[in-house]
């Protein structure tokens, strides 16, 4: 099940019975629209007589939302620098905590409000080339295709580099000379730095910033990403450098789980993997057969995949991961910022055969088809929004929006400029989304409660608005359970959060669920709840 919330109503709650609808009378609807009645009953239920006095006193479960964003790439991403950022990450921190920087473009920019928390992703492959390569390093301009790179940026064609790069990359004609080891002396101190930042911005209590970095799986163009986040501080996170994609690691995500499962093993940490917005990948990010193997998922891929990646980017600047219009004709939302041209250089097309093993809604079908050969889902994923900038500028609210990269920051020239283009079609940098932010159900503003609760999926995706939205499954809610002013509190009571396991039902019964949702108190109005079975 996934739900959408419209732009509507400034607080609303719904109790929605699957195995029948009660008619409501119309002084029923009346009190439905007001904010809600609580009666001697309701109050008895909700606050037992031998409560203590405060009425907070006891209670143990998250009491509101947190914002930010889990994938940002900043200047020590090879394609970001190429592309004109010149933030590092301790911009990117600085900036996502609230202080106003200047952008790569010579903007002044600032958050209308701080994140709760960041995680800076920068690329596993080559992370600390782009210095390299802008500071002219000789063994850099000594390779042909180096020179022509760095002749490139200087002469303000950084854009084209970047695409070249990135191209390079995902059809493997990268210059061998120029691919930088994570043994490397320069690849080794971008990742302390990257390390050091995140120690330096982490501020338990008031803003987590997570170590972390995004695996580049990107065969043939078609993006297997994953931003990998580690729970822990640098003593543990310092132990080790990212899995790459090129040697010696690899582009099979089996090798990444490996390596994570390796890495709990040396430092007893804890480490997990959010899945990138699979609507580049064509048709590989949720497969039913393995890619690589022509044979169908096994149970260990199963079990692996759900136990690493709990959660799934829903959202982002390159457009929307939930559905497509080709897999979900009766919704009139399905065509919500669509990218469906191809991969993720458009060096090949996309299919309608591709669309149903991209998507968030038919990945949850088909997990249950798995569930039920195999024994264990393993897309039973929790969502999350993020924006993938390239900019070091979680930056995505419609009116502050600095854009996938940096040559996309506000200027007219956004307007018409090309972002990718090939013979399979051409992407405008307009196309670009205004998206997103993660959601996170956290006990407290600290890298190990956002992090456990990202493991136990009570996370949601938005595309920026900072609506708090709660939903709960349970086997004993109430009609009268949709006035209340406390949906927290019944809902942690009665049943079980966004993310959980409902267990099978008691004779006689069938689930309800329990959702409310506030706007944006600096947002639009909510429009309407979208239950999708």
């Known amino acids: 099940m996934?739900?959408?919330?419209?732009?509507?109503?400034?607080?609303?709650?719904?109790?929605?019975?699957?195995?029948?609808?009660?008619?409501?009378?119309?002084?029923?609807?009346?009190?439905?629209?007001?904010?809600?009645?609580?009666?001697?009953?309701?109050?008895?239920?909700?606050?037992?007589?031998?409560?203590?006095?405060?009425?907070?006193?006891?209670?143990?479960?998250?009491?509101?939302?947190?914002?930010?964003?889990?994938?940002?790439?900043?200047?020590?991403?090879?394609?970001?620098?190429?592309?004109?950022?010149?933030?590092?990450?301790?911009?990117?921190?600085?900036?996502?905590?609230?202080?106003?920087?200047?952008?790569?473009?010579?903007?002044?920019?600032?958050?209308?409000?701080?994140?709760?928390?960041?995680?800076?992703?920068?690329?596993?492959?080559?992370?600390?080339?782009?210095?390299?390569?802008?500071?002219?390093?000789?063994?850099?301009?000594?390779?042909?295709?180096?020179?022509?790179?760095?002749?490139?940026?200087?002469?303000?064609?950084?854009?084209?580099?970047?695409?070249?790069i990135i191209s390079a990359f995902s059809q493997d004609t990268f210059p061998p000379a120029l691919i930088y080891s994570p043994d490397s002396r320069a690849y080794e101190s971008a990742w302390d730095e990257t390390i050091a930042a995140a120690e330096e911005a982490n501020d338990p209590g008031r803003f987590t910033a997570f170590i972390g970095y995004e695996w580049t799986s990107n065969t043939g163009g078609n993006n297997l990403h994953r931003n990998v986040i580690f729970r822990d501080n640098a003593d543990k996170a310092s132990q080790v450098v990212p899995y790459t994609v090129y040697p010696p690691g690899s582009d099979n995500p089996r090798d990444l789980w490996k390596w994570m499962d390796g890495y709990?093993?040396?430092?007893?940490?804890?480490?997990?993997?959010?899945?990138?917005?699979?609507?580049?990948?064509?048709?590989?990010?949720?497969?039913?057969?393995?890619?690589?193997?022509?044979?169908?998922?096994?149970?260990?891929?199963?079990?692996?995949?759900?136990?690493?990646?709990?959660?799934?980017?829903?959202?982002?600047?390159?457009?929307?991961?939930?559905?497509?219009?080709?897999?979900?004709?009766n919704d009139e939302f399905a065509d919500f910022e669509t990218w469906d041209k191809g991969n993720l250089d458009l060096s090949v097309k996309k299919t309608p055969e591709m669309l149903e093993y991209e998507y968030a809604r038919s990945a949850l079908k088909n997990g249950l088809k798995l569930e039920a050969s195999l024994g264990v889902n393993p897309y039973k994923f929790g969502m999350v929004g993020s924006t993938d900038a390239h900019t070091g500028l979680a930056a995505v609210a419609e009116d502050n929006f600095f854009g996938k990269t940096s040559a996309m920051e506000p200027s007219?020239?956004?307007?018409?400029?090309?972002?990718?283009?090939?013979p399979n079609g051409t992407i405008f940098d307009w196309e670009a989304s205004g998206s997103g932010y993660a959601a996170v159900w956290a006990r407290e503003n600290t890298r190990q409660s956002i992090f456990d609760a990202m493991e136990r999926r009570e996370t949601y995706a938005t595309t920026g608005p900072r609506m708090v939205v709660w939903l709960f499954g349970g086997f004993d809610f109430t009609a009268d359970d949709a006035n209340t002013r406390t949906p927290g509190l019944i809902g942690y009571t009665k049943g079980v959060p966004m993310g959980g396991d409902l267990g099978d039902a008691p004779d006689g019964k069938a689930p309800s669920f329990l959702v409310a949702a506030l706007k944006d108190p600096i947002g639009a109005n909510l429009d309407r709840y979208q239950i999708v079975k």
């Open 264 to 329: 709990e093993a040396k430092t007893g940490g804890n480490v997990l993997a959010i899945a990138h917005n699979g609507n580049l990948s064509n048709g590989r990010m949720f497969p039913m057969i393995e890619p690589g193997t022509d044979k169908p998922l096994d149970r260990e891929y199963a079990e692996t995949r759900a136990r690493w990646e709990r959660l799934y980017e829903a959202t982002q600047i390159k457009g929307d991961g939930e559905t497509h219009p080709f897999l979900s004709p």
């Open 2 to 164: 996934t739900i959408r919330f419209e732009h509507a109503v400034a607080a609303a709650v719904l109790i929605l019975h699957l195995a029948a609808a009660e008619q409501a009378s119309a002084q029923d609807a009346d009190t439905a629209m007001d904010s809600g009645t609580f009666d001697k009953a309701t109050a008895d239920r909700a606050f037992p007589a031998e409560r203590p006095y405060s009425p907070w006193a006891g209670r143990n479960f998250p009491s509101r939302p947190l914002f930010g964003d889990t994938h940002l790439h900043t200047s020590f991403s090879m394609d970001a620098g190429a592309f004109g950022a010149r933030l590092g990450p301790r911009e990117a921190y600085r900036f996502a905590k609230g202080e106003e920087v200047m952008a790569s473009s010579g903007q002044p920019v600032k958050l209308s409000r701080p994140l709760d928390f960041l995680v800076v992703a920068d690329h596993s492959d080559n992370m600390g080339f782009f210095p390299q390569l802008l500071a002219g390093d000789p063994s850099i301009l000594a390779d042909p295709t180096g020179r022509r790179w760095y002749d490139m940026i200087q002469s303000g064609d950084g854009a084209t580099a970047a695409l070249e």
């Open 412 to 422: 007219p020239e956004r307007l018409r400029a090309v972002f990718v283009q090939s």
